[in-house]
Nanobody, 124 residues
Framework: QVQLVESGGGLVQAGGPLRLSCEVS??????????MRWYRQGPEKERPEKER????????????NYADSVKGRFTISSDSLKNTVYLQMNSLRPEDTAVYYC???????????WGQGTQVTVSS
């Protein structure tokens, strides 16, 4: 059973850093054809999952990609020993305020798995 558990969210002042963690169980990320991504969903209204914004992604080989809005500020990484994916967020802005979700996408199974989300609030 695949489980993704996020942690590390909280309240931070604009310009500050925060690191999110996504602990993976049910598969070994470094051995699987999976893409791990962080998404976020802003607070302005309820939106379905498909409208979540993709923030950053990483493959098991270490290839990464980022949304333009976070390039140069956010870094995604993984720790194979801990089977955990991280999102280091620096120079945070109020517009980064959102619930951040960890996502695992199976490149062969085409299945999506989601964590429960962690709230990040950036005060101005």
């Amino acid at each position: 059973q695949v489980q993704l558990v996020e942690s590390g969210g909280g309240l931070v002042q604009a310009g500050g850093p925060l690191r999110l963690s996504c602990e993976v169980s049910g598969f070994i990320f470094s051995n699987m054809y999976m893409i791990m991504r962080w998404y976020r969903q802003g607070p302005e209204k309820e939106r379905p999952e498909k409208e979540r914004e993709m923030v950053a992604g990483i493959t098991r080989t270490g290839s990464t990609n980022y949304a333009d809005s976070v390039k140069g500020r956010f870094t995604i990484s993984s720790d194979s020993l801990k089977n955990t994916v991280y999102l280091q967020m620096n120079s945070l802005r109020p517009e980064d305020t959102a619930v951040y979700y960890c996502n695992a996408y199976g490149m062969i199974s085409k299945r999506d798995y989601w964590g429960q989300g962690t709230q990040v609030t950036v005060s101005s």
